[in-house]
């Protein structure tokens, strides 16, 4: 399975971006699909995944409230919307799937995309 992220760009606090995350085939409804973000510097970090089959969303708590997940079934792809930005949030995003079921841990994920830059300006 191949995962094309898009969406990243460069915005103000308190502004808003909306990440996509397309896959190459079929999402199966045991897979998990997650964002992830890697600040320079910085680990990768968990943002915020979704069941594919039920809709179950699950968030970091650095964007809950802000963030929203969610998933078009029928484009097999996701999306992150990111509202009220803040210059923390500036990083890689990464979408990711795992078949194996919810998990906030990046090594549990089998598939990536290559990421896309979202930098907020103060």
């Known amino acids: 399975v191949q995962l094309q992220a898009s969406g990243g760009g460069l915005v103000q606090a308190g502004g808003s971006l909306r990440l996509s995350c397309t896959a190459s085939?079929?999402?199966?409804?045991?897979?998990?699909m997650g964002w992830f973000r890697q600040a320079p510097g910085k680990e990768r970090d968990f943002v915020a995944a979704?069941?594919?089959?039920?809709?179950?969303?699950y968030y970091a708590d650095s964007v809950k409230g802000r963030f929203t997940i969610s998933r078009d079934s029928a484009k097999n792809t996701v999306y992150l919307q990111m509202n009220s930005l803040k210059p923390e949030d500036t990083a890689v995003y990464y979408c990711?799937?795992?078949?194996?079921?919810?998990?906030?841990?990046?090594?549990?994920?089998?598939?990536w995309g290559q990421g896309t830059l979202v930098t907020v300006s103060s």
């Open positions: 085939r079929r999402t199966f409804s045991s897979t998990v």
């Open positions: 990711a799937a795992d078949r194996n079921g919810l998990s906030f841990k990046d090594y549990d994920y089998d598939y």
């Open positions: 979704i069941r594919w089959g039920v809709g179950n969303t």
